[in-house]
């Protein structure tokens, strides 16, 4: 059963720091990895998907890196700004069965200025 | 093209009622998703569907929920004789037809059971 850990789960930086969040999976046959952004009360964004052949996704601030082998993901969030607050998480489809998603708890991130 | 479509976003109900969760796909999606999410834990898988077919429901509770998707209209998430423990947050996502597509998530239903 593929299980899906975020750390750290909480997380206050100031506005301008470049940050990474955490994803790791415990088995690493997977379809491919989706990045979600989630605010307070609201259904989820998502903000990159990485297929399994990839090693790399990239939209404007943020960089997704895969490594497959070692069963993790990083989200790279450049020069932080407030509006970057939100929860981050991380959903992972395994190949075969029947192709559902499993979420991380998420990271809880908080820029303040 | 409208995003994925979830009502009613806020309902209330005393134990014992029903609740009806009803989810429209983004057009063109064939696939649908149902996650719970809890206050302070994560998405929990409960139900995947294609049109008129239930793929998965291994993350359904035995009693009381159940789900379709027909050939026609939107998703509906049914939970019969409400207890408190149901109240969650439900999130209905869609996806295109084929395999590891993006997933879209809707705005979720805010079940509060009193």
């Known amino acids: 059963k593929q299980e899906v850990t975020q750390i750290p789960a909480a997380l206050s930086v100031p506005e301008g720091e470049n940050l990474v969040l955490n994803c790791s999976f415990t088995?690493?046959?997977?379809?491919?990895l989706q990045w979600f952004r989630q605010d307070p009360g609201k259904g989820l964004t998502s903000l990159l998907l990485?297929?399994?052949?990839?090693r790399e996704q990239t939209s404007g601030r943020l960089n997704a890196s895969l490594d497959k082998s070692s069963g993790r993901s990083t989200l790279y969030i450049a020069a932080s700004q407030p509006g970057d607050s939100a929860t981050y998480l991380c959903a992972v489809l395994v190949s075969g069965g029947s192709y559902i998603p499993t979420f991380g708890r998420g990271t809880s991130l908080i820029v303040h200025p | 093209n409208a995003g994925v479509m979830q009502n009613p976003r806020h309902l209330v109900r005393r134990r014992g009622q029903e609740a009806r969760l009803r989810c429209s796909p983004m057009?063109?999606?064939?696939?649908v998703y149902w996650y719970r999410q809890l206050p302070e834990e994560g998405l929990k898988f409960m139900v995947y569907l294609q049109k008129e077919n239930i793929i998965d429901e291994s993350g359904m509770p035995k009693e009381r929920f159940s789900a379709e998707f027909p050939k026609e209209g939107p998703s509906i998430l049914r939970i019969q004789q409400v207890v408190r423990g149901d109240s969650a947050a439900y999130f209905c996502?869609?996806?295109?037809?084929?395999?590891?597509?993006?997933?879209?998530f809707g705005e979720g239903s805010w079940l509060t059971v009193v």
């Open positions: 990485i297929q399994s052949s990839q």
């Open positions: 057009k063109g999606h064939s696939h």
């Open positions: 996502a869609s996806s295109p037809p084929g395999q590891g597509n993006t997933i879209y």
């Open positions: 088995d690493s046959a997977i379809y491919n």
